[in-house]
């Protein structure tokens, strides 16, 4: 009976595959990424999880993926050779950009070069204006023209946008139309079918990135989908898109764009749905890998969406700071913080005596000093090893013998620097981390205006569980949850999300010229088509589908839009007359403000088309199948200058019961370690999460 | 470090205090109303000592590197005593430590126990306080007076007691009362915000200490500083560089700007001695201005990460004589200060580049370029409503570097404000945008060449507009390093390539019509490097992507480009042949 489903989550080190039965009896797998064909590895990892489990292709329901291919492809340059077709008067729109250094005070600094090469950038006379006035016929002699040339330069893939296309498509999708019949078998992008959004550096850049990536991942899709049915897998590959919902793996193909934050995105979207299954109120995510920790927050069950990012940039804390360091795409993505601190990230003393935590990491190779693999840095990982929170022998998982001693001898040596104990230079380090990934905490907190006392924090990845108590104390946070399989959470989450289907169409109109009508004809077509899609995906029974139409609206003078959901379709008059007032709560709500008498415009419309599958996308409770189990003992552990060393008890989740246990505990597992502090206790919720909670007065 | 400091208690501190910093910049940005605040970020957030000295200060734009010492400087000497729990202090006066009037300075004490520990500041530009031309950028005010409300150091709260009568003067002496007001309120709700985060350092730390650690962060940045200056060679080193006018209009000459930088062990001066005296129009940045541009060139070869405090400023020097064009007397307007600015920039990278040839690209490209258009237009009921159009385009790309091209359109590291999309531009104002594209020919020829210069081409679509344009570089080129060439200077034409064509100079106030079209080149950067030593393989590949065009190859890089490639044999002719001359 086919009743398991498979997530697979590719990361740029790991590749992560979890697999869970209708029970909630879940299996999983970590290996090395194989980046050469990413594909290889899944190939791999669910061939040597279905060896051990004795579980067989044909008994895979549902397969999800989350993948770094497309972001990886712009970051190796290994997309299609692309060209790109605009407005007479405007080639070099890509490369002008919009003129942000993301990093002051550094000469080197250069942004990274266009896509599509100036000499492959080619005008062609037409125009529209800011209204959609026909101010000129697109011109198709010299389409003609251009056509032959991108013959002779043997072009793999088409870009289109032209000026105010995203108002009046019409020249741009006759361009397209005299483009594909001359060209027919190359791939061709056009702005108006993907983002038809204001800002034309914006769209263009979004419109080339997918005609770049959309070769490269096509072929990967096909060659993903042969593996799988060599194993007998038919269920459809759906993969997880940057918003948090899935698409059917050759719709995803062809506009890859919408899944550039795959892996983020999903471990965003599973803490979400946890959130709302057991009842936790607002989260904050934190997800802290070897390089990068990440943060995210849930209000009233919400991701927190930004209508674009970046791709091929560096580590951002998340929508609002300085931009321009990759190529913009802009598509609605969770909005998430980044900050360069991970288990990897090397501890360093400078000229004057300073002592910092990263941003370099010793990755995986050659990692922390103690996997013995030829690290001489010490990292964050070593110093929690020092401190007794991680299982001396080897990580329980893994088969990794860990090199205490050479650990302990570097960081003997740095404290000698800093005439520092060890123990205090260890802790300091997991200290000056902590500081590091608290401003990716409070930029989506505090920075927002949200007092993080109210959230509870959901850890993840592979060390988001050592760190998290330490931070909630230092947040005034009061509750820690550790899902299951916290170390490969992304592979488990995007399980739990739904079919979506994104539309945006340009609607560019102060909100007091408009009438519910305008809205309506804007937006029928595409109303209509997400509903084709879903009824094609399956999703047969009007109660299956789930279509919202949503407004980016903002202030006249505004920058940044915020998107409002209607509460119907076809828009009434009392819809529209309600959006002043709902506006302007949002906005208070987001920015801390309203501003009443100031015009509002809408700048697009967008639909979300979801598809509502019959059975719970969330099993009742998990339960890791094939654990290995830690001892149950003792190990000392320091907690700080004033706790000091304490003898912690050790034990594995399947020991913890409902009854809370006081710490210092630590719970060791396959993939993730929990550290509960003096102060906190832990236990186990029906859905199988540890629930850490604090038992002292909040600090100060 | 210092006995009895722990430095990870340093860094924590350090961490602590630049998060609180950002967490205020945070806050601005959710209250403020006006828009341009929120893209530019035009705002920066301090920490200082009692005394008035910086401890701390957020992401840093280059023009408020040493904008808060000063102002805070100004406003406890007019406070002396009288600084008590409760109060802010605004003001907005260059000659009282302030920068120009847009920029109004805040600064609350934090009191622990009946003690001064700390003082908050926060400086906000504000878009108008008054004055003759909205959002106070004109070139041509020759007073202060001209520029709008000057705000002497005074307090803004007493006690904890709004000043009524000074909000009432604000809210009176500015066109756009409701956004002002607005963003004055959002200022001091982000100092109160920032008060309280302190509060929880301090009670962290506890006093002592507080007070041990700002000392010794201070010390750690000098000392920081001072190793990364010792690693620099030791020298005395000029650069000349020249402003077209003094942007009071027809009358005066180009003005000469003259750096000296002295860079002997671990401390560096700057000295604009030699400068011209101050002019009459409102470009003229004061000291403190001054400062801030000549330290954000210094910061690009030193350690990016060393913290922006008053240890740093214990080894850098600045000095401009009284008078002279960037330290001008009291009454001079300096409102329109920005463009030179960018010039002392590059005029300090002009000194530097001789001091350290290996790491100092040629002259940034662009005319600092800003324009505001202006008028009523007819909405759709018929009505005459106001518009105001303003963008800046201050650089157009890099110049080249000691080991490559300067990148076209890269962005510029000090100096960080977006372009405006030609979409919302179009949609927003009765503008048509008729090309936005690199200007061939234009990059300073060199062995490696300076990006190119940059056409914006507007259409009036309303019956008539003022229109006022700051700029400059229509005389004096961005200039090339070790034999590199100059980029193109700028160009503006009204109607270009029609009968009635008018070639405009660099700054302006003037209507235009239905229907005109004006033509901005902006120019090129620098070269770096004789353009004979190129690559040719490298003009080749500028003459593929059409940024160089053949006959430009072979004039200024001596380099025959055909359909087939480089003709190596008549190559080495023309360069055989030009270097003989």
């Given amino acids: 009976m086919k009743s398991y489903r498979l997530g697979i989550d590719i990361g740029g080190t790991f590749t992560d595959v979890v697999l869970i039965g209708a029970g909630g009896e879940l299996y999983s797998k970590k290996i090395l990424s194989t980046p050469r064909d990413y594909s290889l590895a899944i190939e791999q990892g669910v061939g040597e999880l279905m060896a051990e489990t004795g579980i067989t292709g044909a008994q895979v329901a549902e397969l999800v993926h989350g993948t770094t291919v497309a972001t990886n492809t712009i970051i190796e340059r290994r997309g299609a050779k692309v060209a790109l077709v605009t407005t007479r008067g405007f080639r070099d729109v890509l490369a002008l950009g919009r003129f942000r250094a993301p990093r002051l005070y550094d000469l080197t600094y250069r942004k990274p070069e266009p896509l599509a090469e100036r000499r492959l950038c080619f005008e062609v006379t037409e125009r529209v204006d800011a209204e959609g006035n026909m101010l000129q016929q697109v011109d198709e002699a010299e389409l003609a023209t251009i056509a032959e040339a991108l013959k002779t330069e043997k072009v793999e893939a088409i870009a289109l946008c032209f000026i105010n296309s995203c108002i009046n498509p019409d020249n741009e999708l006759a361009a397209v139309r005299v483009l594909a019949s001359k060209l027919p078998g190359v791939s061709i992008s056009a702005s108006t079918q993907l983002v038809p959004q204001i800002g034309e550096y914006e769209r263009t850049s979004t419109t080339v990135v997918n005609a770049y990536i959309r070769p490269v991942v096509e072929k990967y899709v096909e060659s993903l989908i042969s593996r799988l049915s060599r194993m007998n897998i038919t269920a459809p590959l759906m993969i997880m898109q940057s918003s948090g919902g899935i698409l059917p793996g050759e719709v995803a193909a062809r506009t890859p764009i919408f899944i550039i934050e795959s892996g983020p995105a999903a471990g965003a979207l599973g803490a979400q749905r946890l959130a709302a299954h057991v009842n936790l109120g607002d989260i904050i995510v934190f997800d802290m890998g070897g390089t990068t920790a990440k943060a995210s927050i849930v209000r009233n069950n919400q991701l927190a969406l930004a209508p674009e990012t970046e791709v091929g940039g560096g580590a951002a804390l998340g929508a609002r700071m300085i931009k321009g360091g990759g190529y913009a795409v802009q598509v609605p993505t969770i909005d998430i913080a980044e900050v360069g601190a991970g288990g990897g990230s090397i501890a360093n003393i400078d000229v004057a005596g300073g002592i910092h935590v990263g941003p370099r990491s010793a990755g995986a190779e050659p990692g922390p000093i103690c996997y013995n693999r030829g690290g001489t840095q010490p990292t964050v990982t070593d110093a929690n090893l020092l401190l007794g929170y991680l299982n001396p022998d080897a990580l329980v998982g893994g088969d990794l013998k860990l090199a205490y001693d050479k650990a302990e001898a570097a960081m003997t040596d740095m404290g000698a620097k800093l005439k520092l104990s060890v123990t205090d230079t260890a802790y300091g380090i997991h200290l000056i981390a902590n500081a590091n990934m608290m401003r990716a905490l409070k930029a989506v907190t505090s920075e927002g205006g949200h007092d993080p006392a109210k959230f509870s924090l959901v850890a993840i990845g592979g060390n988001g569980a050592v760190h998290a108590a330490n931070l909630a104390e230092a947040l005034n946070v009061r509750r820690i949850i550790v899902p299951p399989v916290a170390g490969l959470f992304s592979a488990l989450g995007m399980l739990f999300a739904d079919v979506e289907h994104q539309m945006i169409t340009a609607f560019y109109r102060r909100l007091e010229s408009v009438r519910a009508g305008d ?52 828009v009434t008059a009392a819809m529209l007359a309600n ?18 008498t100031e015009p509002l415009q809408f700048v697009s419309l967008k639909i979300v088309g979801r598809g509502l599958s019959g059975t719970p996308r969330i099993p009742a409770r998990v339960e890791r199948a094939q654990e290995r189990i830690a001892k149950e003992g003792t190990r000392r552990a320091y907690f700080g200058p004033e706790l000091g060393w304490r003898e912690t008890r050790l034990m594995p989740r399947k020991a913890l019961g409902a009854k809370p246990v006081a710490g210092p505990l630590i719970v060791e597992e396959y993939d993730v370690t929990t550290v509960v502090r003096p102060g906190w206790s832990a236990r186990v919720d029906d859905w199988n999460n540890i629930i850490c909670e604090r038992t002292e007065q909040a600090r100060s | 470090m210092t006995d009895n400091i722990n430095p990870i208690r340093l860094e924590l501190l350090s961490n602590a205090l630049a998060s609180m910093c950002d967490n205020m910049l945070g806050l601005v940005v959710r209250t403020a109303r006006s828009t341009n605040i929120k893209n530019t970020m035009d705002f920066a957030a301090t920490v200082c000592d009692p005394q008035g000295q910086l401890v701390a200060q957020g992401v840093a734009l280059p023009a408020q590197l040493g904008a808060m010492t000063p102002a805070l400087k100004g406003c406890l000497a007019w406070v002396g005593d009288d600084f008590n729990e409760g109060d802010i202090i605004a003001s907005n006066d260059p000659y009282a430590g302030a920068s120009h009037l847009n920029d109004v300075f805040m600064f609350k004490p934090v009191f622990v126990a009946g003690e001064r520990v700390a003082i908050l500041g926060l400086i906000l530009h504000h878009t108008d306080l008054g004055g003759r031309v909205p959002g106070g950028n004109a070139t041509d005010s020759t007073e202060i007076f001209q520029e709008g409300l000057r705000i002497p150091p005074c307090k803004i709260y007493e006690k904890g007691r709004p000043n009524v009568a000074l909000f009432r003067v604000i809210e009176h002496n500015t066109r756009v009362p409701h956004r002002v007001m607005g963003d004055i309120k959002a200022q001091i709700a982000t100092l109160d915000g920032g008060e309280v985060e302190l509060r929880t350092i301090i009670s962290e730390f506890g006093v002592a200490n507080y007070k041990a650690y700002t000392t010794e962060l201070l010390n750690y940045t000098e000392r920081l500083a001072r190793a990364n200056i010792a690693a620099l060679p030791d020298g005395v080193v000029e650069f000349t560089d020249w402003n077209d006018d003094d942007g009071a209009g027809p009358g005066a000459g180009p003005v000469k700007l003259h750096v000296t930088i002295t860079k002997r062990g671990e401390e560096f001066t700057l000295d604009f001695t030699g400068t011209d005296p101050a002019g009459r129009g409102a470009l003229q940045p004061n000291l403190h201005f001054t400062t801030s541009c000549a330290c954000a060139a210094l910061r690009t070869v030193i350690d990016p990460d060393i913290p922006n405090n008053a240890g740093f400023f214990r080894v850098v020097k600045v000095i401009a004589p009284e008078g002279c064009f960037l330290n001008p007397r009291f009454p001079a307007a300096t409102g329109a200060r920005g463009q030179v600015g960018f010039r002392i920039r590059n005029l300090v990278f002009g000194a530097l580049a001789q001091l350290l040839p290996d790491r100092i690209p040629a002259c940034t490209g662009g005319s600092e370029f800003g324009i505001v258009f202006a008028g009523y237009e007819l909405n759709e009921k018929k009505e005459r409503k106001p518009f105001l159009h303003l963008e800046y385009h201050n650089t157009t790309g890099q110049g080249g570097g000691p080991v490559s091209d300067g990148q076209d359109a890269g962005p510029y590291c000090i100096g960080n404000l977006a372009n405006v999309p030609v979409e919302i531009v179009e949609a927003e104002s009765p503008l048509r945008v008729e090309q936005y594209a690199f200007l061939p020919d234009t990059g300073g020829a060199g062995k490696y060449r300076g990006g190119l210069g940059i056409v914006r081409q507007y259409r009036l679509l309303n019956e008539e507009a003022t229109v006022q344009l700051r700029s400059d570089r229509h005389l004096h080129p961005c200039w090339g390093l070790h034999g590199g060439q100059p980029g193109a200077v700028a160009r503006s034409t009204l109607n270009p390539e029609t009968d009635h064509a008018e070639k405009l100079p660099s700054k302006f106030v003037r209507k235009m019509k239905e229907g005109d079209v004006f033509r901005a080149e902006m120019p090129g950067s620098g070269g770096y490097g004789h353009p004979f030593e190129r690559d040719p393989e490298a003009v080749r590949r500028d003459v593929l992507q059409g940024k160089v065009t053949p006959a430009h190859a072979r004039a200024a890089y001596g380099v025959a480009v055909t359909d087939k490639g480089v003709d190596l044999a008549e190559t080495k002719k023309l360069r055989a042949a030009q270097s003989a001359r």
Avoid: C, W
């Fill in chain 1, 519 to 570: 809205i309506n004809a804007a937006a029928k077509s595409l109303m209509e088509e997400a509903h084709r899609m879903l009824i094609t995906e399956g999703y047969t029974a009007e109660a299956q589908r789930n279509v919202v139409l949503h407004a980016d609206i903002k202030y006249f003078a505004q920058s940044g839009a915020l998107t409002m959901p209607f509460a119907g379709f076809p």
């Fill in chain 1, 579 to 596: 959006v002043a007032k709902a506006y302007g709560d949002l906005h208070e709500q987001t920015f801390g403000y309203r501003s009443d």
